[in-house]
């Protein structure tokens, strides 16, 4: 069963704002917690075939979990996902600006006070739908422009949670590269080695030795990243390949592949058209698959390493009221995003937005039993 959360165990002020609770339902019985918090994914739990709910996704019990423990937790991650590497942000004319570092000597997920530590505002509830709002600023991360983000999240009958985006760029051009973190786990314990997963990607971004990208792109034959037929996560990891050295293990930008995704998208009034299928993840004792859903050119995967059963960072929820002390490997990150350290590699795709322009994008999960 899933676990009940206590909405008050996530209500306090901070940084001057009320953060709060947010449950949505929709008819096909998909349940969603999001906090306001980092716009964070705190519950996400499906039908489990026995009238009642299963959590397929890890999360904290209270706002101080997610205060206290991993960083990215289930956050909305912004203004610039990934690393740039060493805070260096290379603009349009070749020029340099230097931005607040927090991962070693680099800029990640956004800087120090990128949008998983910001409390959003909170624009409209509905029993199925929830829309957030926050204003990326060059005092918080250092990227030039302002950039008003309105984030709609909408569960639907077919059992799919849309994340879709507009993002008005009011004052200089900009930069923006938004994904969603959550660790999805669809057994709702134990290892994620076990599932299976499928990327059309036939390519993919090898990283340095300080594990930002190298500038070049590889090809993903012979290697763990080769999830082009579903594979187990168990058997990529343990493919010996130097480039899971590097990044202490899967923890890789794989390239989309430009044909068309032998499903249907999923449809919602709030996502913007240009979905493409980025992933495919599935557990085969509970028999339960998630479609990942896209308007990205790419999807960093993650196989959780950095779980590492420390109980001061890594004690989140577990099966019925308990607890569960995540070990490697027990949740697994899809992260569609744009192309990593992408403005500062002349060969990778990256796009100035300019002053009235409105970016539009979009992340949809969709859960199938069989």
């Given amino acids: ?6 909405r008050e165990a996530f209500q306090q002020e901070l940084h001057g704002q ?29 039908p489990d075939g026995q009238g009642g709910l299963a959590d397929v996704a890890l999360g904290y019990d209270s706002l101080q979990g997610y205060l206290d423990g991993q960083l990215s ?44 530590f910001q409390v959003f505002a909170v624009e409209q509830v509905q029993a199925d739908a929830l829309t957030l709002s926050h204003t990326f600023r060059t005092e918080d991360d250092g990227v030039p422009g302002t950039v008003r983000v309105r984030l709609h ?38 290892s994620t080695h076990g599932h299976t997963l499928q990327v059309p990607a036939s390519r993919y971004v090898p990283l340095a030795a300080d594990v930002c990208p190298t500038g070049a792109l590889a090809a993903v034959q012979g290697t763990p990243f080769d999830f082009r037929q579903p594979r187990r996560v168990a058997e990529a990891i343990a493919t010996p390949h130097e480039q899971l050295a590097v ?5 890789h930008y794989l390239v989309l592949d430009a044909h068309a995704a032998p499903l249907a998208p999923p449809l919602s009034s709030i996502t913007p058209p240009g979905l493409r299928l980025a992933a495919l993840l599935s557990e085969p004792v509970s028999r339960r698959t998630m479609e990942v859903w896209s308007t990205a050119p790419g999807v960093q995967v993650y196989a959780g390493h950095g779980l590492k059963a420390d109980p001061a960072r890594d004690l989140g929820r577990g099966a019925g009221q308990g ?38 994008g979009a992340i949809v999960y969709r859960f199938i039993s069989s």
């Fill in 1 to 6: 069963m899933a676990f009940t959360l206590s």
């Fill in 18 to 46: 009320r953060t709060d609770l947010f449950t949505l339902r929709s008819p096909g019985g998909l349940q969603v917690a999001v906090s306001n918090y980092g716009a964070r994914l705190v519950q996400v739990a499906v």
């Fill in 73 to 116: 937790m289930g956050a909305l991650i912004g203004r610039w996902a990934g690393r740039l590497r060493a805070g260096t942000l290379t603009l349009p004319d070749g020029s340099h600006r230097q931005l607040p570092t927090n991962s070693g000597p680099h800029h990640h997920h956004g800087g120090p006070r990128g949008s998983r």
């Fill in 153 to 190: 999240l909408q569960v639907t009958a077919d059992n799919a949670l849309h994340m879709a985006w507009t993002a008005e760029v009011l004052d200089a051009p900009t930069v923006l590269n938004l994904t969603g973190h959550a660790f999805f786990n669809l057994a709702g314990q134990g």
């Fill in 247 to 251: 990044a202490g293990g899967l923890d």
């Fill in 323 to 360: 607890g569960w002390l995540w070990q490697p490997g027990d949740g697994i990150c899809l992260e569609p995003m744009e192309y990593p350290d992408a403005p500062n590699h002349a060969g990778f795709p990256v796009r100035w937005w300019q002053p009235g322009e409105v970016v539009r």
